[in-house]
């Protein structure tokens, strides 16, 4: 009986025992479920806190986007005004170009540092080449003299003052006679070469430049100018005629005032001017108004240059060139 009561004992002991060690388990279980809930609690909570902070990091970004939304609907949207344009009137598109334009005049008027003056004198030497001279010296401006042939001693003296002075010696025929030079091809290029080998022989300068009496335009040649100037090019001559003009060949008894408007009103729309003016001998007002003439031009800070291999062309008519 002592024996069953240990066993029962023993029995309940180890029932004991056996439910304590079911509880140690249990318990071990428990708190591993308990680190691990705790681990993924924290867990949790960084990923939630991570959220948040790139939310507040990116924040920012998205009303950059947003913002460049904003400027691309607005490009859009001068697109759009840019495409309607096509609906906008014509008046208005007009009105927008002369705007745009008179800004550029604008500017040009305020700053006229790129305009540049080829000012030339036809139809010298004469007593008025040498008054030319001496107020081009005054003034330290070079010019461009297209001259016919004459031989005797003091027009020879012009030819080489005007190369000495740093000017450009150009030909403009030797008899300035219409009804010959233009009366056929070869009277025109026999012409040529008396005017371009005189000049050579006097000055050691060959000659480069040339203008046609009455220019390329004129309409009394019985040649086709074209021609004539295509025939000048390959003989390695360049042409010259002219976009602005003081008025002093038009027959008109113009006044001083108004031959320097007619050429300031011309500099004013080219930015390059090739001025057309007369050295001849009855050309006497051209001379009394060149140094007003000068003085504005150098008031408008205006480049006043002889021509040379930079000029850019002003040629009525035109032809390829070689
Ligand atoms: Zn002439």
């Known amino acids: 009986m002592r024996k069953s009561q240990d066993d029962t004992k023993k029995i309940i002991e180890g029932g004991y025992s056996f439910s304590q060690n079911g509880n140690k388990k249990k318990n071990s279980v428990i708190k591993r479920w308990a680190v691990l809930g705790g681990f993924f609690f924290i867990l949790n909570i960084c990923f939630i806190i991570g959220i948040c902070f790139n939310r507040r990091v990116q924040g920012p970004k998205d009303k950059a986007v947003m913002v460049q939304g904003a400027e691309n609907e607005a490009g859009h949207a001068e697109l759009d005004k840019e495409q309607s344009g096509s609906k906008v009137s014509k008046k208005d598109k007009k009105d927008k170009v002369d705007k745009q334009t008179d800004k550029q005049h604008q500017t040009s008027k305020k700053d006229n540092v790129n305009k540049r003056v080829y000012l030339t004198f036809d139809d010298g030497p004469s007593k008025n080449t040498e008054k030319v001279l001496d107020i081009l010296k005054e003034y330290?401006?070079?010019?461009?003299?297209?001259?016919?042939?004459?031989?005797?001693?003091?027009?020879?003296?012009?030819?080489?003052?005007?190369?000495?002075?740093?000017?450009?010696?150009?030909?403009?025929?030797?008899?300035?006679?219409?009804?010959?030079?233009?009366?056929?091809?070869?009277?025109?290029?026999?012409?040529?070469r008396k005017i371009k080998k005189l000049l050579y022989d006097v000055t050691?300068?060959?000659?480069?430049?040339?203008?046609?009496?009455?220019?390329?335009?004129?309409?009394?040649?019985?040649?086709?100018?074209k021609s004539l100037a295509s025939g000048l090019t390959k003989r390695g001559s360049v042409y010259f005629d002219w976009n602005a003009m003081s008025g002093d060949a038009t027959g008109k008894d113009l006044t001083k005032k108004q031959m320097i408007n007619n050429v300031l009103k011309d500099v004013e729309i080219h930015n390059t001017s090739v001025v057309l003016m007369h050295d001849a001998s009855e050309k006497d007002k051209t001379v009394e108004m060149l140094p007003d003439l000068l003085k504005k031009l150098k008031k408008m800070k205006v480049d006043i240059l002889p021509i040379d291999g930079d000029t850019p062309l002003v040629q009525h008519v035109k032809v390829e060139n070689k």
């Open 204 to 225: 050691g300068v060959r000659p480069v430049y040339y203008r046609f009496p009455g220019g390329t335009s004129n309409t009394i040649s019985k040649v086709s100018m």
């Open 140 to 192: 330290d401006v070079h010019a461009t003299f297209f001259v016919i042939g004459k031989e005797d001693d003091f027009s020879k003296s012009m030819y080489k003052r005007i190369v000495e002075e740093g000017h450009t010696l150009g030909m403009h025929s030797y008899s300035h006679k219409y009804n010959e030079i233009y009366e056929s091809k070869k009277a025109f290029f026999q012409d040529y």
